[in-house]
Structure formats: structure tokens, C-alpha cells
């Protein structure tokens, strides 16, 4: 019976993770339709969109191009078990938040291999604006974390999840303005606007995704579902106290999710050096103060 | 449109998939382009039919060619059109690419497109209104349904011919034939 | 088999390879090659032993040498990297010149080094630290020209951190009368903490100016990036860890945890400032290494940075530091010695060329050498399944859990700096477009391609079992008197976190599995010419594009004001400050008698009224 349970619990959150991502792009592209005060297309369009990219012959530039890809669509899969998931978390005890930073680099290095071998000046300029941006927000990202792992004590997400259970949410704790920092650099995390210049169609033909076709791109739209699951979980999970079910879990996901659309909606996309300087600037500012406020209260 | 009809995707997903999300690539080849940007913003909206401008012709499979044809575009138009992944789908849009039009006595442009790419079907007029490429889009499902959008598969038997005529007009090709040219001798 | 065969072999191998040279060069390399391979059998049958003998006496001190677990595992590594080195150098050093010369300079250089670990008293380790440091002074400077200039940094901070160490040697002997490492540790208890802090500075200064810690790193990129490629691997995978070597004897086995932790108060207590230096040595330089456009001194400037993350564990003073601090030494030992093997065997095929800006697109003719240089680029980076993962977690955990977590941001700030420049490394050398003048390139000989595999997997097996050296470090660290820790294979386990590689291995597979499958579903794919682009409709010719120059434009223009080396530029201050006012004490030499006849009158009337001035 236990091994059963564990088994469920080990291929359950993947596929749910799956499924919530590709609504999510439903969504999103749902509501940017209605602000634009037009009807859009249905929200199970990206799943339309995969089925069609299955059944086309995409172009393969070298061995490195396939195998880069299936290496950073792994790494997204292996961090989903890493996440807890409304109560669901196969490999919790497996080293914590340390181990999530680190295989959240899986999914970049794997996509800037698979661009590399493509050979395009586009993808290669696409790769070095995202990893400059990464750069810009690992800064207040790292912050942040520090700040809970120092509050809380521990380096595993399980504990600080269970700790902020009955409501005790970080974000009205004294770690407020960690939670706003994260909140600010949210978007350059799921690659939206105004930091979606990595992907930017008009300028560089869509960065590392100027050479993908057929089902190359559908692993790309596969890990771009599993990405902006794993960036809103992990907000989810550090301030909004996780959830006791799914359900629970992923209602906080949809408030959330809306929130940043919103913000998507309304900003220009910023140049690559504007990004960086706002992001060392204001939340670094912001999530450095909550820092020290931690600091002292201990 | 039989885009909720669950079981006729389960029976020929492909097909399906293709109707559904046809992504053209963002090619502005003549005046016919000033038609698209009202298509795809919010007055006339094509995203609810699935039909979203890309970037790149690697990521899509519609290629709409959007007015007058010159001999320099034309070399564009036939290496963008080789780069799109298999199936793909060609639309000749304004009379320009159907018989000259405008221009049927000009010395640089391409009178008769269907020599050089083939072509799916076509639209007429001298600029069409964006309703007309809407109607070309479900006029566009009904062939695929049929089996009849075969435009990338007459490229593939018939490409010697093809070749030849493109060579012919442009006076030499930089780059090396996509499929493999037999000679036949008899 | 004693110890003292063992140097003796070493030292009498350096020679006889150098005069069988002189016979053929054929049974010069295979005798340096069976040199190598013999010392690691020996070390290997010392593993688990403690012993001390004294081998010579010198005017009334007796010479010890001495082996235990932390000289077992520094040595063992001095053994094969240095074996490695020199089945690499078989193919890369033919047609040069004073190969003989050479080959008498690496021997010396690993017999230097295994007497540095294997020596019991101060006055041995300085013989031996001496050897070291003169035959890397003249193997730096093997290819003459710009070489020169950077062998010559190299020596004067060599002999300004040699004469620290004499001193320090110096007044340990006035105090105590005695030099043996073991005789000392009990008497030094009694000290004042002034006197500990005068001898920690000595030391400090001594062992960082070889460890490149970051006020005294400046010799470091010249140095690495004018060596034959190598002795780079060599000299920064293993050389500059003697000064850790000497850190860790004199912090934990002359001082002991207790004084050593004990020293200051509240904000000043040395090893408090010592891992500040730690941190401060790991966000500098990495960020540094991101502009460099030639590929030695990239690596170079991570060895550097690299140290800090070995300083910050080492100074942490907990067990779970100690362990990461140490078990850090050997993999950046095993990465870094890979890249600049790799490296060197790019420079091999291109005939010399070392600058990133026009290489491009090797994937394809030096495969092998790409999944080398991928490894060690992610071993480098810290990317689970790999050893530098496991050390990076350790030293983290104990910043994090002790309450330090601004130190903690710099060491996890590092890492980002280590993947921008080492995917620059990795894309302007094997990715991209290849150039038209390298399209005749060709795999590297198999002695060349054999320590590349080596090393990776070692990378590779030391990350998924990582209990095999974590157990070898951890009888050191009991033997320092910490905690021990709970070892088993797969990792670490203890109540605050554990780390089980086996489940990430597991994970990992399976979802490789998983979406490898995944991937099959789709159609069939078209492969096409690497330069068949999307270039908006043009047909570009091959050749013309080279996307590799100026990568991380952007963000050079906004922070590169503020990464410049201003600890070099101070020491370049220095020199000239020095050199112009030699330059006017020059200028009493002016040759002319009558001059000189006025100095002598100016001097005795100086002394006249001084005599009658004071009446002494």
C-alpha cells in the first residue's frame, strides 16, 4: 500500500504539472485576448498547437541539438518531484532548496547547448541575453531565499511549507518585504513581460527558438509549461504557505498567475541593460532590507 | 468549424492539428502585407481561428505570399518557403502572384508564381478586404480535411521542374537543390 | 618500503629521465611515464598508514618525514595529476625544444611536492617548498617571450611569501627550540593570543600568496596562461593547493580548532575575517574571468576564484565546513586540470591558437574533447551528479545553518559568475559556426584523449558515489578533533537535511527515459547542414558568419568599470613608486670625482658635529 501511494506520488505531480502548465498558456493568451477587447482563442489552444507540432517534421541540426533539448526538459521533470505539490513531494528529504537552485540550472544549460549546435547568430545572441538576465535576478532571488532559510532555520522546503500552515503566511510575517521582491522579479523568472526579451520575435527572431521545429518545439512548449509552473510553485510554496490539497494549492497558482498576466499586459519590454539596472536596483534594495530585518529580529 | 468534435480528433489527430493552429510566418513580401497587421489585432482577430504570426519559417506551416512578386523577392520567397518543416501550406494572396495583375507587363516581376512554388490556392483582388482571408483560411480547412493540400508534396515529385524554372529566372542558385535531382536520360 | 625510498625515488627519477634524454628520446618518455606510474602504486600501498621517521640530521635538527591521512590524500592526488600530466605532454611536447629540460622539471616539481606533504618539520618543508617553487618558476617561463615577464611575478611573490614563512619558521624555533610539526602543537597552547596572531599573519601571508588568495592573486593569470598547457593543469590544479595544504597543517593541526576559533572577539575573530577574505575571493574573480577573451586566463581566473570557495570552508571552523573546504581541493584539482588539458589540446590541432574570439564550431571534429570539456565545464558550475555539487552543498549548509547569509550569498553569487564565463568558454570553442581555416582540424591522439577520460569520469564517479573520498576526509577531520559526520555512500545524512545522490541519479534517468520516449513520438526529423540557417531569406555562404565576438556585450558596458583588477594595478602602483625613487638614488652615481669628493667632506662634517654635539 505504501509503495503504491509513493509510486502515485512520484507520477501524479509531473502529469498534473503538465496539465496546469498548458492551461496556464491558455490562459494567459485568454486574457491578453480579452484586454484587448477581443475574443482569442480557446483556452485548450496550446494543446492544439502540441498535437499539430507532433506531426511535423522538424529540422535537426547535429546530434547536441536533440540531446540538448531532452536533457533540459529532464531537468524541469526531475524538479517538479522536488516541489511540493499540495501536500505531494516525492524527494523532499533529498538535500532541499539547495538541490532546487541546482537543478534549476538544468533547463538553461540544456537549451544553450541545443542552441549552440544550431549554429544561428540569433540563437547565440537570444542565449547570452537570457543568462545576462538570469544573472540580474539571481541577485534578489538568492536574497530572498537566504532570508527564509536564515528565518526559518532550515534548508528544506518541506519544513518551511509545514511551518507556515493555520495561516501563518510568510507574506504577512516579517518577511513582507522579501515577499515583495520576489514578487518584482517574478516576471523576469517565467520570461514575461517586461523581461521577455530573451524571446523577443521582432528583434532576434525568437532567441533559442529560431531553429526549433515539429517536435522540437513541442518540447520546448512542454518545458515552457513546466517553467512557468515551477517559478509560480515555488512563490506559492515560500510565501503563500503550499497547500493541504491540490486544490487548495492551485487556486493560490490562478490568483497569483492572473496577477502577473496583468502585469504583463500593461508594460513595454525593456532593453537588456535597463533589465539588468532595475534588477539590481529595486528589489535587490528591497529583499537586502529584508535581510537585515531578519537579521535583527534574530 | 468541427474544432469540439472529440472523436474526430482522436481518429486523425494530424489533420485536426493542422486546421486548428495553421502559425504563418511573418513574411511581408508586397503592398499586401498592409492587409495582415488588421487581421491579426483586435478588430478582425485571428488568433480564434488559431492563426498567430511567427518569426521564423522553421516554427511554421503557412506561408502566405501577400502581393507582388519580384525577382529579388523571389529568392527570398523560395528559400523561406524550403526552410518551413513538412506540411505546409502556400497561399497566393491578391491577383499579383495569379497572373501579374497590376503589373502584367512589367519587366521584373514574377507573372505566374505557381511556376516556381507551388501554391495551395489563391485570392483574389487588388488588395482583399481581411475577411477574404478568413474565408481563404476555411476555405483552406476544407482541402485538408479532403486530403486535397498538397501543394508540399507536388514540390517534392515535380521538383526537377521547379528547379529549373527557378535557375531559369534567377540565372543561377547559390545554394544546393533540397531533393535529389535524377537525371533521366530517356 | 619506506618513506624515505619513496622521495628518494621520486628526486632520483627526475634525474635519470633527464640523462636518458640525452641517450633517446623514446626511452625518455617511457621512463618518465613508469616514473608517475610507480609513485601512485607506492602511495597506494601507504593508504591507512601513520608513521614518522627521521631521515637526516642538519646542523643538530632532525629532519622527519611523516604520513598521515591528510598526507595520504594530498599526495595521492600530487601523483596522478602529475602522471596525467606527463602522458598528456607525450604528444604535446613533441617538436619542441628542451624537452629534455622539461621533462627534468615536471618530475622535480611532483618529487617537490610530495616532500612538501610528506615532510614532519618546518625546516624540510621549506627545503622542500623551495624545489617547488623554483622549478615552477622555470617551467612557467619554458616559452620564452611574454612568458618571461610572467615568470618573473611569479618568483618575487614566491619569495616574499618564502621569506614570511622563514620568519615565522625563525621565530617558532627562538621560542620553542624545536621545528617538529607533532612537538610543536602541544606548546603553542600556552601562548599569547598576540603572538598567535603575529605567527597567523606570517603563515597567512606565506601560504596565501601560493594559495592566490585574492590580495596576493595577482601572479596567477600570467602565470597559468603562459605555461605550456600541461603544466597548467598541473600548477593550478594542484601547486596553488599547497597553500591550502599549509592552511590546513598549520590552522588545524599546529593551532587546533580551539585556538584556532578562539582568536579575537565578536566581529574580529580571525577566522570570521579569514572567510570574509573567502567570500570576497570568490565574487571578484569569477565575475573577472566573464571578459576575459583569451581561454587560459578565463581558467585561470577560476582557479583563483575557486580558492576562495576552499578558504571560506576551511575558515568556517565546523566539521561540515572542514569536509566541503577540503573535498573542494580535489575537485577543482579534477576540473580545472581537464579544462586546461582540454585546452591545450585544442592548441594542439590550431597550432597555438588560444584567443575565443576566432575559434568556433569544434564539436564536430573533436568530439571527445567536447563531452571532456562539458564535464568539466558542469563540475565547475556545480551541477548535481557531479563532485563539485556535493563540496558546493556542504560549505553552503554550514554557512546557511550557522546563521552567515551574506557569506552564503557571495558563494552562491559565484556560481552564476562560473556559468556565464565558462558557456562563453564552452560556445566560442566548440559551438557556433566552424571557420573555414580550422575545417581540416582532427581528434587528438589517444595519449592525449586518455587523461581527458580519466578525469571526467572521475568528475562523474565522485559525484554519484560521493561517500569514496567523503570517507577518506572524514577520518582527517576527526583526526582535527571535530565532529565526525554520517557517511554513506550515496551522501550525507543528518537531522538538518540530508543529500542522497541516489535519488536525484534515479530521477534523473528516468526522466531522460521519459522524455527520450516523449521525443520519438513525434515525426520523423530532417537533418540538415549545420549552416543552413534561418537567415531571413538570404543564403548566406559558409564561412561569413562568426557570432562569438563581444558575447556578453550588454553587460561588459555596465559593470565592466567596476571588475577591473584593482589589486593588481595597486601592486603595478607600487612598483613604479619604487622604481622612480631608485631611479633618483640611481642618480647619486655620478661617476664624477668631484662629487664624490664633496659627499665624503659633507659626511665627515656631519659626523664632527655630531660628536661635538652630543659628546658620545
New interface residues.
Given amino acids: 500500500m505504501i509503495i503504491v501511494a509513493k509510486i502515485f506520488e512520484i507520477i501524479l505531480p509531473p502529469i498534473l504539472a503538465f496539465i496546469i502548465g498548458i492551461f496556464f498558456i491558455g490562459l494567459f493568451r485568454k486574457i491578453m485576448a480579452r484586454i484587448h477587447w477581443r475574443y482569442g482563442p480557446p483556452i485548450i489552444q496550446p494543446f492544439l498547437d502540441l498535437i499539430k ?10 546530434p ?1 541539438f ?1 540531446l540538448g533539448l ?2 533540459s ?3 524541469s ?2 524538479l517538479i ?1 522536488f516541489i511540493p505539490f499540495g501536500g505531494m513531494c516525492a ?1 523532499g ?4 532548496l ?2 532546487i ?3 534549476m ?2 533547463a538553461p ?1 540544456g537549451i ?2 541545443s542552441g ?7 540563437i ?2 537570444g ?3 537570457k ?2 538576465i ?2 540580474g535576478y ?2 534578489s532571488f ?2 530572498v531565499l ?2 527564509l ?2 528565518y526559518y ?4 522546503i518541506v519544513d518551511i511549507v509545514n511551518a507556515q500552515s493555520n495561516f501563518h503566511w510568510a507574506l504577512f510575517s516579517p518577511l513582507f518585504l522579501s515577499g515583495i521582491a520576489y514578487l518584482m522579479i517574478l516576471p523576469a523568472i517565467l520570461g514575461i513581460r517586461p523581461f521577455d526579451v530573451v524571446g523577443a520575435p521582432q528583434e532576434i ?1 525568437s532567441g533559442p527558438t ?2 526549433y521545429g ?3 518545439l ?2 520546448f512548449h ?1 518545458w515552457h509549461a513546466f517553467s512557468l509552473f515551477i517559478g509560480i510553485a515555488l512563490f506559492v510554496d515560500l510565501f503563500l504557505g503550499g497547500g493541504s490539497n491540490p486544490v487548495t494549492f492551485f487556486m493560490k497558482m490562478v490568483v497569483v498567475f492572473v496577477l502577473v498576466t496583468f502585469i504583463h499586459a500593461v508594460f513595454p519590454r525593456l ?3 535597463q533589465a ?2 532595475y534588477l539590481w536596483r529595486w528589489p535587490t534594495a528591497i529583499s537586502l532590507l529584508g ?1 537585515l530585518l531578519v ?1 535583527i529580529i ?1 | 468549424m468541427d474544432r469540439k468534435d472529440i472523436k474526430k480528433w482522436f481518429k486523425e489527430p494530424g489533420k485536426m492539428g493542422h486546421k486548428y493552429s495553421l502559425w504563418a510566418v511573418y ?1 511581408c513580401t508586397g503592398c499586401g502585407i498592409i492587409e495582415v497587421p488588421p487581421v491579426i489585432t483586435s478588430r478582425w482577430d485571428a488568433e480564434r481561428f488559431g492563426v498567430i504570426p511567427v518569426a ?3 516554427q511554421a506551416n503557412l506561408f502566405l505570399i501577400t502581393g507582388y512578386v519580384s525577382v529579388k523577392t523571389l ?3 523560395i ?2 518557403y524550403e ?1 518551413m ?1 513538412e506540411p505546409k501550406y502556400t497561399v497566393g494572396f491578391g491577383s499579383c502572384p495569379i497572373n501579374g495583375g497590376m503589373y502584367w507587363d512589367s519587366y521584373n516581376t514574377i507573372k505566374h508564381l505557381d511556376k516556381y512554388i507551388p501554391i495551395d490556392g489563391w485570392i483574389a483582388g487588388c488588395m482583399p478586404r481581411p475577411e477574404a482571408i478568413f474565408i481563404a483560411v476555411t476555405h483552406l480547412w476544407t482541402l485538408i480535411d479532403k486530403g486535397m493540400a498538397t501543394a508540399h508534396i507536388k514540390y517534392r515529385e515535380k521538383y526537377k521542374y521547379y528547379r529549373e524554372n527557378q535557375e531559369k529566372v534567377l540565372k543561377g542558385l ?2 544546393p537543390p533540397l531533393y535529389p535531382i535524377e537525371d533521366s536520360n530517356d | 618500503m619506506s618513506l624515505t625510498q619513496l622521495v628518494i625515488i621520486s628526486f632520483a627519477g627526475a634525474f635519470l629521465t633527464y640523462f636518458s634524454g640525452k641517450v633517446s628520446s623514446k626511452l625518455r618518455d617511457v621512463f618518465a611515464v613508469i616514473i608517475s606510474l610507480v609513485l601512485i602504486a607506492i602511495l597506494s600501498y601507504f593508504y591507512g598508514k601513520t608513521e614518522e621517521l627521521r631521515y637526516f640530521s642538519f646542523l643538530g635538527l632532525p629532519l622527519l618525514l611523516r604520513i598521515n591521512m591528510l598526507s595520504w590524500y594530498f599526495a595521492i592526488t600530487i601523483a596522478v595529476v602529475g602522471a596525467l600530466s606527463i602522458i598528456f605532454s607525450l604528444s604535446y611536447m613533441k617538436g619542441k625544444e628542451k624537452t629534455d629540460f622539461y621533462y627534468l622539471m615536471m618530475l622535480l616539481v611532483n618529487a617537490g611536492m610530495l616532500g612538501i606533504v610528506l615532510s614532519g618539520d618546518l625546516v624540510s618543508f621549506y627545503i622542500f617548498w623551495e624545489i617547488m617553487s623554483w622549478s615552477a618558476f622555470l617551467l612557467i617561463s619554458y616559452n620564452r617571450g611574454p612568458a618571461l615577464a610572467a615568470g618573473m611575478k611569479y618568483i618575487v611573490m614566491s619569495i616574499i611569501g618564502s621569506v614570511a614563512m622563514l620568519i615565522g619558521m625563525l621565530s617558532l624555533y627562538t621560542n620553542y627550540g624545536t621545528l617538529c610539526i607533532s612537538e610543536i602543537s602541544p606548546l603553542i597552547d600556552s601562548a599569547s593570543s598576540g603572538y598567535i596572531l603575529f605567527l597567523l599573519i606570517l603563515f597567512f601571508v606565506a601560504f596565501g600568496i601560493k594559495n592566490a588568495v585574492w590580495p596576493f592573486h595577482t601572479w596567477l593569470p600570467p602565470a597559468h596562461s603562459e605555461a605550456p598547457s600541461p603544466f597548467s593543469a598541473v600548477l593550478s590544479g594542484i601547486l596553488v593547493r599547497m597553500g591550502m595544504y599549509g592552511f590546513l597543517v598549520f590552522f588545524y593541526v599546529v593551532l587546533g580548532v580551539k585556538l584556532f576559533l578562539g582568536l579575537g572577539q565578536g566581529l574580529y575573530r580571525f577566522h570570521y575575517i579569514l572567510a570574509w577574505i573567502g567570500a570576497i575571493n570568490i565574487v571578484i574573480p569569477t565575475f573577472i574571468a566573464m571578459f576575459q577573451n583569451d581561454s587560459k586566463r578565463l581558467l585561470a581566473w577560476h582557479g583563483v576564484g575557486q580558492g576562495g570557495y576552499m578558504v571560506l570552508g576551511v575558515a568556517m571552523g565546523t566539521s561540515l565546513g572542514v569536509v566541503g573546504g577540503t573535498f573542494h581541493i580535489i575537485n577543482h584539482t579534477s576540473y580545472i586540470a581537464l579544462l586546461f588539458l582540454v585546452v591545450g589540446a585544442i592548441e594542439y590541432r590550431t597550432k597555438g591558437i588560444r584567443d575565443l574570439n576566432s575559434l568556433g ?1 569544434l ?2 571534429k573533436m568530439p571527445i574533447t567536447f563531452i571532456g570539456a ?1 564535464v568539466g565545464a ?1 563540475g565547475l ?4 551528479l557531479t563532485n563539485g ?1 556535493v563540496s558546493k ?1 556542504l560549505i ?2 554550514t554557512l ?2 550557522k ?1 552567515y ?2 557569506l ?2 557571495a558563494a ?2 559565484g556560481t ?2 562560473t ?2 564565463s565558462l ?1 562563453k568558454f ?2 566560442n570553442i ?4 566552424l571557420p573555414e581555416k580550422y575545417k581540416d582540424v582532427e581528434k587528438v591522439p589517444f595519449s592525449m584523449q586518455f587523461p581527458i577520460i580519466i578525469l571526467s569520469s572521475v568528475i562523474i564517479l565522485f559525484g554519484i558515489f560521493p561517500g569514496i573520498p567523503l570517507k577518506v576526509i572524514n577520518s582527517i577531520v576527526v583526526s582535527f578533533g571535530l565532529q565526525s559526520l554520517n557517511i554513506n555512500i550515496w551522501g550525507i545524512s543528518s537531522e ?5 545522490t541516489i ?2 541519479l534515479t ?2 534517468c528516468i ?2 527515459g ?3 520516449l ?2 520519438r ?19 548566406v ?1 559558409k564561412g561569413k ?1 562568426h ?2 565576438v563581444e ?5 561588459f ?2 559593470i565592466k568599470p567596476y571588475f577591473k583588477d584593482f589589486v593588481d594595478e595597486f601592486y603595478l602602483l607600487i612598483v613604479k613608486v619604487g622604481r622612480s625613487l631608485s631611479d633618483k638614488v640611481r642618480k647619486l652615481y655620478c661617476g664624477d670625482l668631484s662629487y664624490y669628493i664633496v659627499y665624503i667632506v659633507l659626511f665627515l662634517a656631519v659626523l664632527i658635529i655630531f660628536k661635538l654635539g652630543f659628546n658620545v
Fill in positions: 507540432l507532433f506531426h511535423q517534421k522538424g529540422f535537426s541540426h547535429g547536441l536533440d531532452i536533457l526538459l529532464a531537468g521533470m526531475v518531484l524527494l528529504n533529498s538535500g532541499g539547495l538541490v537552485l541546482y537543478i540550472l538544468f544549460l544553450a547547448l549552440g549546435e544550431g549554429a544561428n547568430p540569433n547565440s545572441i542565449i547570452s541575453r543568462l545576462i538570469a544573472l539571481e541577485v538568492l536574497l537566504l532570508t532559510m536564515t532555520k532550515t534548508i528544506s527572431s529560431a531553429e515539429g517536435r522540437f513541442a518540447l512542454i532593453r537588456t541593460e539588468v539596472r535581510l537579521q534574530k | 513574411f521564423t519559417p522553421r529568392k527570398a520567397i528559400r523561406t526552410q518543416p547559390d545554394w | 564550431g564539436i564536430k562539458l558542469c558550475i556545480g551541477v548535481p555539487f552543498w553552503y549548509k546557511i545553518l546563521g547569509p551574506f552564503a550569498f552562491l553569487i552564476w559568475g556559468i556565464l558557456y564552452l560556445h566548440f559551438l557556433g559556426q538538518t537535511g540530508a543529500l542522497n535519488n536525484i530521477a534523473i526522466a531522460l521519459f522524455v527520450w516523449l521525443f513520438i513525434g515525426e520523423k526529423k530532417v537533418s540538415i547542414a549545420q549552416d543552413d540557417n534561418y537567415a531571413a531569406g538570404a543564403y555562404p558568419y557570432h562569438t558575447f556578453y556585450n550588454p553587460l558596458r555596465m
